[in-house]
């Protein structure tokens, strides 16, 4: 293969830290995370400056991706612990980051932070491994690519994590604390469903709040084709999902995300 060079262009991907590309085949409504030891670039200049322009909603759709990936990457049962380090650090950059630059896209501060939270989300996807949480995103956008990716993750994601937080109070309390959520003292459980509350207040902070999986055509009919798909088409990330979940569970929380 040819060297890749990455420039970023957005605070999003994370792609200039690690080998995953994104291929989709839409006759067949396949959108599937790839990569190996050869898409890896070979360079990456990260320069926050190219990022000014970016609009608002964009900035919010690709912040948003870039925290999921942290997210995800702590949660998942591959974690180690350079890749737990970085992962909170990016939480923590991109929950006071990310709505700075969403209201004043020219603020070099915070475009510089969030610049650095991406790669660093990216650099924890090369060491631990997002989760089913994008299997279901990759499979909601395959069929309707009209939904940006870093929209159609905040949409599922309360209902994803809330599935999750509610199963599992294992390090989703560490995720709280990394949002600046108040939780010493509080019971193991509540400090875990903390997230929760503050994935909210992030996504209503940058604007994402109102968004819904019915103004972008989906239908309820449609939920349990996206779950089956995404096992079909990114199904080892259920794998590496701290809660075990199967078709119904997936479709499950695809209903809940759509009430």
Not at 11 to 28: F, H, L, M, S, Y
Not at 77 to 106: C, F, M, W, Y
Not at 196 to 203: H, M, N, R, V, W
């Amino acid at each position: 293969a040819l060297p890749i060079v990455a420039i970023p262009t957005t605070a999003g991907t994370g792609t200039e830290a690690d080998p995953w590309t994104v291929i989709t085949k839409t006759d067949t409504n396949e959108k599937i995370g790839w990569g190996n030891a050869l898409t890896y670039p070979a360079l990456s200049i990260v320069d926050p400056e190219l990022m000014l322009s970016v609009p608002a909603k964009q900035t919010a759709y690709t912040g948003m991706d870039a925290f999921f990936h942290a997210v995800e990457c702590y949660l998942a049962n591959v974690n180690q612990p350079t890749s737990d380090h970085l992962a909170l650090e990016a939480i923590r950059l991109i929950t006071k980051n990310l709505p700075i630059a969403v209201k004043d896209g020219r603020n070099i501060t915070a475009r510089t932070n969030l610049a650095w939270a991406s790669t660093e989300a990216g650099i924890c996807e090369s060491l631990s491994c997002c989760i089913s949480h994008h299997s279901l995103e990759h499979a909601l956008s395959a069929y309707f690519p009209n939904i940006p990716h870093g929209a159609g993750l905040t949409m599922l994601s309360i209902a994803y994590f809330s599935y999750l937080a509610e199963r599992t109070s294992d390090r989703f309390p560490d995720l709280a604390r990394a949002m600046g959520e108040k939780i010493d003292g509080l019971p193991r459980k509540q400090q875990a469903m903390a997230f929760i509350a503050g994935l909210k207040k992030l996504i209503r902070k940058v604007g994402l709040q109102d968004y819904k999986l019915s103004q972008f055509g989906v239908r309820s009919g449609d939920l349990r084709a996206i779950a089956e798909n995404s096992f079909h088409t990114m199904g080892k990330l259920f794998e590496l999902t701290p809660v075990p979940l199967r078709v119904d569970d997936a479709a499950a929380i695809c209903e809940r995300a759509y009430a």
